[in-house]
């Protein structure tokens, strides 16, 4: 047992890439490319059933289901989100926030400072995921 605990001790995660279940991949991607400035990575299966979607260091997977997975009502009124993005900076938060503006994204939570010392919005995609995308009040200001 300590063997392992010494290995995962050294083990470096890289990345991690949540998965998103969307009823229509092909919309799901248009969406993250039109709105949210992403690029479709790839696609899978004919009809696609599955697809990722990339932004600089950020990958989504879009995995297709017949049916919701969450109840919708739920989902909006305790806010549950499907997917964080964090950006590096305040001025890079305000950018994002005005550049999906300028797409004519819909935003579900407009740009607003959290008590824990970020700024976030959240855009809701066409199956009603909620994602948010949060960045520091200032340049000095840390994540909690």
Request: some cysteine; proline content about 6%.
């Amino acid at each position: 047992m300590a063997d392992h605990q010494d290995q995962a001790a050294k083990t470096f995660i890289v990345s991690a890439e949540p998965q998103v279940f969307v009823a229509d991949i092909k919309a799901s991607c248009d969406f993250f490319v039109a709105k949210l400035g992403f690029a479709v990575a790839f696609t899978y299966g004919t009809p696609p059933f599955y697809a990722q979607v990339k932004r600089d260091g950020a990958a989504v997977n879009l995995r297709h289901v017949d049916e919701p997975v969450m109840d919708a009502a739920l989902r909006q009124r305790e806010q549950l989100l499907s997917v964080s993005f964090t950006v590096a900076a305040a001025a890079d938060i305000e950018a994002l926030f005005a550049e999906f503006q300028s797409n004519g994204t819909a935003f579900f939570q407009p740009l607003k400072m959290q008590p824990w010392g970020t700024r976030d919005f959240i855009v809701q995609d066409p199956d009603g995921n909620l994602l948010l995308f949060a960045g520091p009040l200032s340049s000095t200001a840390s994540s909690p």
